[in-house]
C-alpha cells in the first residue's frame, strides 16, 4: 500500500531521513518507534506530502505521490492523519469537525454527513457529544474525535502522529482502544506511538528508527524480546527501566 | 451654547443639504462606513497575500505595505489628491480621492493585523485542514480565517475608531465633513469656538465610543460559544 524507495530528507543541514526502504502492506498495522528526534514523526508526514522530501519515491497504492499533475488533496483525502495535538477546529462543534471535510470533498448533503459522523462519533464512543464545543471535552475525548474526523473521509489508511503523547495518563487508555478496534476492523494503519503495550498487542510489525534511518523491523515479539540491534536494545532498556540508566545514577 | 446649536444643528448634520453638495456628520459617517467596508476586504486580501507561499504576490504586497506605512496618512491623501487625476487624466471629486486614500491608508494596517491573526494560530490547524484533503483556498476560508478573524477583532475595531477619525483629515483638502463644517460655523460665530470645537469633539467622541461598544458587545457574543464552555470547564477542574 505504501512503498517508500530510497527516502532521503533533509532540514538545510540536517539528515532527517536516510535512504529509507520500506513497504506497508494493505491490512497491516505498523508502529513506529525510536527515540526522539529519530525521524518518526518525519517519516510518517512524508506518505500524504506534509514534509517534502529531497530524493527517492514514494508511492502509495502504486502511485508517485511526487509525480507532476498529482492531485495533492486527493491524495491527502484518502490518507487519514492523526495528530499529537488533536487540531480540532475550535469554532466548529464537534459534528461540524467531523463534517466539514465529507460535506466539502464527498459532496455529501449536510444529513448524509451528520448521518455518516454520527455513526462514527458512536463509534468512539462520543455521539452524546456531537453538539459540543472541542473547548468542553478532554484530551482523550478530544483525539477521540480527530479519530472519528479521520474516518470521516473513510481512508483506507490511517496514520498516527504520536496520538497519546500529549494526554495526561488516563486518558490514554480510551485513545488506544479506538485505535485497536479500528486495526481489528482490518484497517492499514502507521502509528508513530511510545505506546510499547499497544505495539505488543496490536502491531504486525515493529520498525525501530534512529537518526533517521530503520535498524530494525521485526514482529512485536521479536522485537521486545530478541531486538538485534544495539541501539534497540538500549532503547528497550531505557524504556523500560529508566532509573538503571548510567547518565541518572552516576553523578 | 443653545442658540449655537438651534442656529446650526442642520449645518452641523448635513451641510448645505439639500441646497447644495451633501456635508457635515452624514458625510462624515459616510465616509467611514464606506471606508470600513472598503478596507476591511481589501485589508484581508492584502493580509492573505502577505501570508501567501507564493512569492510573486506576496513581494508587492509587503512592498506596498511597507510604503504606506512608511508615510502619514496626509502624504497618502496629497498623493490621492495631486498625483491621481495626473495620472487618470481627469480630476477625482474630494470624496472619491478621500475614500480612495483612506481604504489604501487601512488596508495597509489591516493587512497586518489580518497577517498577525493568521500567523497566531497555531500551524497544525492548516497543516490538519490540509491532511484531510482541503485546498488551501479552502483551509484558510473555512478554518484559519473564522478563527484568526475572531481573535482580531480588538485590533479590527481600534482600526475602525481611527478611521473614523482619520476622515477629518478631509478637511485639508476642503471636503465639506464635519471638521470642515465645524471650522466654517467657527468662522461665522467667531467667539466661540470652545464650544464649536467641544461639540465637534463630543461627536467623534460618541461615533468612536458606540462603535467600540458594538464591538465589544460582538466580542462577548463570539466569545460565549468555546471559550465561556472551557471556563467553565477550569472552574469545575
Excluded at chain 1, 66 to 82: K, Q, T
Excluded at chain 1, 177 to 199: I, P, Q, S
Excluded at chain 2, 52 to 65: E, G, K
Excluded at chain 2, 148 to 175: D, H
Aim: net charge neutral; proline share 5%.
Amino acid at each position: 500500500m505504501i512503498e517508500l524507495q530510497h527516502v532521503d530528507k533533509w532540514y538545510d543541514s540536517y539528515h532527517a531521513l536516510v535512504d529509507v526502504t520500506e513497504t506497508i502492506h494493505r491490512g497491516e498495522v505498523v508502529v513506529v518507534c525510536g527515540p526522539s528526534g529519530s525521524g518518526k514523526s518525519t517519516l510518517i508526514r512524508t506518505f500524504n506530502r506534509l514534509e517534502p522530501i529531497q530524493s527517492g519515491r514514494i508511492l502509495v497504492d502504486g502511485q508517485d505521490i511526487h509525480a507532476s499533475g498529482l492531485d495533492v488533496n486527493a491524495l491527502r483525502s484518502r490518507i487519514g492523519f492523526v495528530f499529537q495535538q488533536f487540531n480540532l477546529f475550535p469554532h466548529l462543534t464537534v459534528l461540524d469537525n467531523c463534517t466539514l471535510a465529507p460535506i466539502r470533498l464527498h459532496g455529501l448533503t449536510r444529513t448524509q454527513a451528520d448521518e455518516r459522523a454520527l455513526a462514527l462519533l458512536d463509534r468512539v464512543g462520543l455521539a452524546h457529544k456531537a453538539r459540543a464545543w472541542p473547548s468542553e471535552l478532554s484530551g482523550g475525548q478530544q483525539q477521540r474525535v480527530a479519530i472519528a474526523r479521520a474516518l470521516a473521509m473513510q481512508p483506507p489508511l490511517m496514520l498516527f502522529d504520536e496520538p497519546t503523547s500529549a494526554l495526561d495518563p488516563e486518558m490514554v487508555g480510551e485513545v488506544l482502544l479506538v485505535m485497536r478496534d479500528l486495526a481489528r476492523d482490518g484497517m492499514t494503519m502507521v502509528c508513530v506511538t511510545h505506546e510499547m503495550g499497544f505495539a505488543r498487542e496490536v502491531a504486525d510489525r515493529v520498525l525501530f528508527m534512529d537518526e533517521g534511518r530503520v535498524l530494525e523491523r521485526a514482529t512485536p515479539g521479536d522485537f521486545f524480546d530478541r531486538p538485534q540491534h544495539p541501539r534497540a536494545q538500549q532503547f528497550l532498556s531505557d524504556i523500560r527501566s529508566p532509573f538503571a540508566r548510567s547518565s541518572l545514577t552516576t553523578p | 451654547m443653545i442658540e449655537l446649536i438651534d442656529t446650526y444643528w442642520l449645518y452641523f448634520l448635513v451641510g448645505q443639504y439639500p441646497n447644495g453638495p451633501l456635508g457635515g456628520l452624514a458625510l462624515t459617517v459616510i465616509l467611514a462606513a464606506l471606508g470600513l467596508v472598503l478596507a476591511l476586504p481589501l485589508g484581508i486580501a492584502f493580509g492573505l497575500a502577505r501570508v501567501s507561499p507564493w512569492r510573486w504576490l506576496r513581494w508587492p504586497v509587503t512592498a506596498l505595505v511597507f510604503v504606506v506605512r512608511g508615510v502619514p496618512l496626509l502624504m497618502v491623501i496629497f498623493w490621492a489628491y495631486f498625483f491621481l487625476p495626473s495620472v487618470t487624466g481627469h480630476k477625482t471629486d474630494q470624496f472619491t480621492t478621500m475614500l480612495i486614500a483612506l481604504v489604501v491608508f487601512d488596508a495597509a494596517y489591516l493587512a497586518e493585523i489580518v497577517r498577525a491573526g493568521i500567523r497566531g494560530l497555531p500551524r497544525g490547524q492548516m497543516e490538519c485542514a490540509r491532511s484531510l484533503g482541503l485546498s488551501y483556498g479552502r483551509a484558510m476560508r473555512l478554518v484559519v480565517l473564522p478563527q484568526a478573524l475572531r481573535s482580531m477583532l480588538p485590533s479590527l475595531v481600534n482600526q475602525f475608531v481611527s478611521t473614523i477619525k482619520e476622515t477629518s483629515l478631509g478637511y485639508i483638502i476642503g471636503l465639506a465633513e464635519v471638521s470642515f463644517i465645524a471650522t466654517q460655523i467657527n468662522t461665522q460665530v467667531f467667539t466661540r469656538p470652545a464650544e464649536v470645537y467641544g461639540i465637534l469633539g463630543l461627536t467623534y467622541f460618541i461615533l468612536c465610543f458606540g462603535l467600540s461598544r458594538l464591538a465589544y458587545a460582538l466580542e462577548r457574543r463570539l466569545a460565549r460559544r468555546g471559550a465561556s464552555a472551557a471556563a467553565a470547564r477550569e472552574v469545575s477542574a
